[in-house]
T-cell receptor
Framework: DVKVTQSSRYLVKRTGEKVFLECVQD?????MFWYRQDPGLGLRLIYF???????EKGDIPEGYSVSREKKERFSLILESASTNQTSMYLC?????????????FGPGTRLTVT | AQSVSQHNHHVILSEAASLELGCNYS??????LFWYVQYPGQHLQLLLK??????LVKGIKGFEAEFIKSKFSFNLRKPSVQWSDTAEYFC????????????FGQGTTLQVKP
């Protein structure tokens, strides 16, 4: 089974702190994604990466950056956390397989910024 | 911009009732279609998917969905729901050739009363 793990299930940070969210997948998938999930808004794509050191902005990249130094690991960075970044953050990965991009999700990190 | 719309935000049913959740997307080209489910406290998991072929697809736990290209729809159905189907359901669309990004609907919360 595909396994996507995220470093923390719950995280509480103060406004202005730098926050790192880590995601690791064990299936050698090319693509990795970071989403935030908010009630009534569904999942919104923050960033995705289609290869090591490659990244592309999603729909809501402002206030976030990412890093992918190894194929299995994709990090989301909040440079200076703000209260409006309180949310559930989901990581996902997918293979590139004949154009069929089924995504596999991690358990999520619920981040609270106070 | 392409979008995915789920018409029902909150659905309440009694056990054994039939379920249909609507999903429409706005894109005229080739698409891959997905329904994901998120049970309380669990991670997002794939319920079913459509890539090509028979427009009626069957997924796990007795769910099925029908792709109607002329209506840009991919509605989810189950003939008889159970209390354990209480969850949030997300429709997602991948635009063929679009590097694996998914566009998600806002989600539908299903509450099944025993």
């Amino acid at each position: 089974d595909v396994k996507v793990t995220q470093s923390s299930r719950y995280l509480v940070k103060r406004t202005g702190e730098k926050v790192f969210l880590e995601c690791v997948q064990d299936m050698d998938h090319e693509n990795m994604f970071w989403y935030r999930q908010d009630p009534g808004l569904g999942l919104r794509l923050i960033y995705f990466s289609y290869d090591v050191k490659m990244k592309e902005k999603g729909d809501i990249p402002e206030g976030y950056s990412v890093s992918r130094e190894k194929k299995e690991r994709f990090s989301l960075i909040l440079e200076s956390a703000s209260t409006n970044q309180t949310s559930m953050y989901l990581c996902a990965s997918s293979p590139i397989r004949q154009g069929r991009y089924e995504q596999y999700f991690g358990p999520g990190t619920r981040l609270t910024v106070t | 911009a392409q979008s995915v719309s789920q018409h029902n935000h909150h659905v309440i049913l009694s056990e054994a009732a039939s379920l249909e959740l609507g999903c429409n997307y706005s894109y005229g080209g080739t698409v891959n279609l997905f329904w994901y489910v998120q049970y309380p406290g669990q991670h997002l998991q794939l319920l079913l998917k459509y890539f090509s072929g028979d427009p009626l697809v069957k997924g796990i736990k007795g769910f099925e969905a029908e792709f109607i290209k002329s209506k840009f729809s991919f509605n989810l159905r189950k003939p008889s729901v159970q209390w354990s189907d209480t969850a949030e359901y997300f429709c997602a669309v991948n635009l063929a050739g679009n590097t694996g990004k998914l566009i998600f609907g806002q989600g539908t919360t299903l509450q099944v009363k025993p």
